[in-house]
């Protein structure tokens, strides 16, 4: 334990010395990851496919805001997508301009949860996301996670169905945009990821602003357990089949990485409460103050006494 | 000479600026009044863009059934429908959109107050420190007021 504490004092003053170097960098994977994702899962429009194109875009998003890379993952997905059929590309387009001006207009800033959660299903640990947001964000939050959950299904339609819409060429258009909102619409499997994670952040939030000791790691059990819950009821209810193996694989690996964050943002020492209180002329006052773990850097520094030569010289 | 104390205000108040100015300057130049409507006024035209857009979308959808049953007692109907379900969706969207402005405004407002304070700190230092300047000055205090 001892040893990641030091390990975050010593990240906090590398962060503290190379902010705008790491600051970079991390834009820089965050795009890079999304690029890559896109091609290895998408991967339609060949001239994107080539790995220079990310590169380039990557590092050009490393000077980017976080809603500029945004955007300009969106464009390569629907190069993409555009390239398979014009119709999913169309109906992308417009749920997209719809969440960017009906959302977006107010709460400018959060657009990280839309790339962030499709990239969470494709590594397989959806149940990571509603824990973050949860204990990162506010109730809001909701609404973004809920339409990259939307974003991964289109996603997941558009890499199933590649070579039957690209060969359809008989079909027209209409038929085909009748095809594809239905199938999209009608996805149960969707809604019933929508439903987990609206639940899972509910849970995480209300129990992560509850004044009991260990507030956090009950909020990323029970967020979990509450997920998986939602899961395998929804898999009854509506019939959908859900690796076992992997849900259990993934919501372990979800409350490591939430556990790992948790650590990083939110270090106190339950055993060292104190209790106090006191009253003003309105009030009474309970007050629980918990205290931060807070370790010093070791700063080892050899100096030497005894300089042999530097004390001969010293004598003469 | 370096002032401590009124490098750390300073700091201060670069801060707070730099964390609560995108919230509260575009607020603090309305009247709550202007700031929510034309807060307002934005949410009616990007509701009113995303509802043609949607409805696009819904046209292509049922094109097919909308032009082999050419039917104008459904199509008006479908019209009226459309019409209803805008006008609901703009009433809770605006309605949202007020709410959330209102808060946002009361918070820019309390954080000027933050703001304004910290300022009147600084300024007060400035004062405190010329007038230490013109009571130290050689020989000022009393040549000062000999020529007044």
Redesign the interface.
Request: glycine content about 6%.
């Given at each position: 334990m001892m040893m990641f504490l030091v390990l975050k004092e010593q990240l906090k003053s590398f962060y503290g010395r190379f902010a705008t170097f790491s600051n970079g960098a991390v834009k820089f994977v965050y795009a890079l990851t999304g690029f890559l994702l896109l091609n290895q899962n998408l991967g339609f429009m060949t001239q994107l496919k080539s790995p220079v194109v990310p590169l380039i875009l990557a590092l050009a998003s490393a000077f980017l805001p976080y809603g500029a890379i945004s955007f300009l993952l969106a464009l390569f997905m629907l190069a993409h997508i555009y390239t398979v059929s014009f119709e999913i590309a169309l109906v992308t387009a417009v749920f997209l301009i719809v969440v960017a001006l009906l959302y977006y207009g107010f709460q400018p800033g959060d657009s990280f949860w839309l790339v962030l959660t499709p990239m969470a299903f494709l590594f397989k640990i959806p149940f990571v996301i509603p824990l973050l947001a949860g204990l990162a964000g506010s109730l809001v939050t909701v609404i973004p996670v809920s339409c990259g959950i939307v974003l991964y299904y289109i996603l997941q339609y558009v890499k199933q169905n590649a070579g039957l819409l690209t060969n359809d060429a008989s079909v027209d258009i209409t038929q085909k945009f009748v095809q594809v909102i239905k199938a999209l619409v009608s996805n149960q499997a969707m809604m019933v990821m929508i439903a987990v994670a609206v639940a899972g952040v509910l849970v995480v939030y209300l129990i992560r602003m509850l004044s009991v000791d260990y507030a956090w790691i009950l909020a990323i059990v029970l967020g979990t357990i509450v997920q998986l819950a939602a899961v395998f009821v929804g898999d009854y209810l509506f019939d959908v089949s859900v690796p076992i193996g992997e849900l259990v694989a993934g919501a372990f690996l979800s409350v490591l990485l939430a556990g790992i964050y948790h650590f990083f943002v939110f270090a106190v020492d339950y055993s060292r409460t104190e209790y106090t209180q006191f009253e003003d002329d309105e009030y009474v006052y309970y007050v629980k103050a918990v205290p931060k773990v807070a370790v010093s850097k070791p700063d080892v520094r050899v100096q030497r006494i005894n300089n042999p030569a530097g004390g001969r010289r010293a004598r003469r | 000479m370096l002032n401590e104390d009124k490098m750390k205000l300073m700091t201060g108040i670069a801060m707070f600026e730099k964390k609560e100015g995108k919230s509260i300057f575009p607020a603090n130049r309305y009247f709550r009044s202007d700031y929510i409507s034309s807060r307002m006024l934005?949410?009616f035209f990007?509701?009113t863009?995303?509802y043609i857009?949607?409805v696009?979308?819904w046209i292509?959808?049922?094109?097919?059934r909308l032009l082999n049953a050419m039917n104008l007692d459904e199509i008006i109907l479908a019209a009226k429908m459309a019409g209803i379900g805008y006008v609901a969706g703009l009433v809770l969207?605006l309605m949202i959109?007020f709410f959330?402005y209102r808060r946002r405004y009361e918070y820019a407002r309390r954080g000027m107050k933050v703001y304004v304070a910290k300022l009147k700190r600084l300024e007060k230092r400035y004062e405190f420190q010329s007038r230490t300047k013109e009571l130290t000055k050689e020989g000022g205090r009393y040549d000062d007021v000999s020529r007044a």
């Amino acid at each position: 334990m001892m040893m990641f504490l030091v390990l975050k004092e010593q990240l906090k003053s590398f962060y503290g010395r190379f902010a705008t170097f790491s600051n970079g960098a991390v834009k820089f994977v965050y795009a890079l990851t999304g690029f890559l994702l896109l091609n290895q899962n998408l991967g339609f429009m060949t001239q994107l496919k080539s790995p220079v194109v990310p590169l380039i875009l990557a590092l050009a998003s490393a000077f980017l805001p976080y809603g500029a890379i945004s955007f300009l993952l969106a464009l390569f997905m629907l190069a993409h997508i555009y390239t398979v059929s014009f119709e999913i590309a169309l109906v992308t387009a417009v749920f997209l301009i719809v969440v960017a001006l009906l959302y977006y207009g107010f709460q400018p800033g959060d657009s990280f949860w839309l790339v962030l959660t499709p990239m969470a299903f494709l590594f397989k640990i959806p149940f990571v996301i509603p824990l973050l947001a949860g204990l990162a964000g506010s109730l809001v939050t909701v609404i973004p996670v809920s339409c990259g959950i939307v974003l991964y299904y289109i996603l997941q339609y558009v890499k199933q169905n590649a070579g039957l819409l690209t060969n359809d060429a008989s079909v027209d258009i209409t038929q085909k945009f009748v095809q594809v909102i239905k199938a999209l619409v009608s996805n149960q499997a969707m809604m019933v990821m929508i439903a987990v994670a609206v639940a899972g952040v509910l849970v995480v939030y209300l129990i992560r602003m509850l004044s009991v000791d260990y507030a956090w790691i009950l909020a990323i059990v029970l967020g979990t357990i509450v997920q998986l819950a939602a899961v395998f009821v929804g898999d009854y209810l509506f019939d959908v089949s859900v690796p076992i193996g992997e849900l259990v694989a993934g919501a372990f690996l979800s409350v490591l990485l939430a556990g790992i964050y948790h650590f990083f943002v939110f270090a106190v020492d339950y055993s060292r409460t104190e209790y106090t209180q006191f009253e003003d002329d309105e009030y009474v006052y309970y007050v629980k103050a918990v205290p931060k773990v807070a370790v010093s850097k070791p700063d080892v520094r050899v100096q030497r006494i005894n300089n042999p030569a530097g004390g001969r010289r010293a004598r003469r | 000479m370096l002032n401590e104390d009124k490098m750390k205000l300073m700091t201060g108040i670069a801060m707070f600026e730099k964390k609560e100015g995108k919230s509260i300057f575009p607020a603090n130049r309305y009247f709550r009044s202007d700031y929510i409507s034309s807060r307002m006024l934005r949410s009616f035209f990007s509701y009113t863009c995303c509802y043609i857009l949607c409805v696009m979308v819904w046209i292509l959808y049922s094109m097919e059934r909308l032009l082999n049953a050419m039917n104008l007692d459904e199509i008006i109907l479908a019209a009226k429908m459309a019409g209803i379900g805008y006008v609901a969706g703009l009433v809770l969207y605006l309605m949202i959109t007020f709410f959330v402005y209102r808060r946002r405004y009361e918070y820019a407002r309390r954080g000027m107050k933050v703001y304004v304070a910290k300022l009147k700190r600084l300024e007060k230092r400035y004062e405190f420190q010329s007038r230490t300047k013109e009571l130290t000055k050689e020989g000022g205090r009393y040549d000062d007021v000999s020529r007044a």
